[in-house]
């Protein structure tokens, strides 16, 4: 199996690489970052994602997230990137850019499940491991038995006539200036409305506020283990670049 692997993480803000050992997950070297192009259209995109390649020297197969659903390598949706991503074949744009080498587009809180399970909070574990990223929205990605089930879409999930990013995204958080003690009651909402239609055996929370998970984890009232994400930043290329090693 290879053992090195490269990743790319595309987010409203920055577009990140690296390379990654894929028997531990771990970056080797210092990750590039270049900001995100504005507007971040597809092929502006595209050739920041080249140069991210270019510079780190790698050749083989690149994984990349993208803030969307991604169905047969076609974006379907387009969270803080230009809306002219929807419908554009990603995996057709991003071989092109890279001379037709071997590529492979997911979404991005799948990417950084799949990390999770593989070499972070869930590794460990067995049965339905869900992840959480809470940030200006809520991102999602469930897996069996680390096998991934693609593209759900959690935060939109209704919760008490409002959906569940609306209510428990970290960005409400702060713009209502909530305490961690009021803001875990609208967290500990959404995720006992997620366990009662799926039942996992796992929930891992990701996002930046997971950095602070001991002011709000243990307030949480659902029933189902709640553990913070282990990988935080690296979660994304790591996940990529696994997706990729599989090509």
């Not at 590039?32 to 971040?40: A, D, G, M």
């Not at 574990?125 to 069996?144: M, Q, R």
């Amino acid at each position: 199996m290879t053992t090195t692997g490269f990743g790319i993480d595309v987010g409203g803000s920055g577009v990140k690489g690296a390379l990654i050992d894929l028997s531990t997950g771990e970056m080797i070297g210092e990750r590039i970052k270049i900001l995100t192009p504005q507007p971040s259209t597809p092929e502006a995109i595209a050739t920041t994602v080249t140069q991210i390649v270019e510079q780190a020297g790698w050749a083989g197969p690149v994984g990349i997230t993208l803030p969307s659903v991604v169905t047969g390598g076609v974006a379907r949706s387009a969270a803080n990137i230009d809306k002219s991503w929807i419908g554009t074949d990603a995996v057709a744009l991003f071989g092109k850019a890279l001379g037709g080498r071997a590529v492979t587009v997911l979404n991005d809180a799948d990417a950084a499940g799949i990390a999770e399970d593989t070499y972070g909070a869930g590794k460990d574990a067995s049965g339905v491991v869900i992840l959480l990223t809470f940030g200006t929205g809520i991102g999602s990605a469930i897996l069996h038995n680390g096998v991934l089930l693609p593209n759900t879409e959690f935060g939109h999930l209704q919760v008490d006539g409002k959906e569940a990013e609306h209510r428990a995204a970290s960005s409400v958080k702060e713009k209502k200036d909530l305490s961690y003690k009021h803001w875990a009651v609208e967290v500990s909402k959404v995720l006992t409305t997620i366990e009662d239609l799926t039942w996992p055996d796992l929930f891992i929370a990701g996002g930046g506020i997971s950095r602070k998970h001991e002011k709000w984890i243990p307030l949480l009232t659902n029933r189902t283990p709640v553990v913070p994400a282990a990988l935080l930043n690296t979660a994304g290329i790591a996940g990529a670049a696994l997706a990729a090693s599989k090509i």
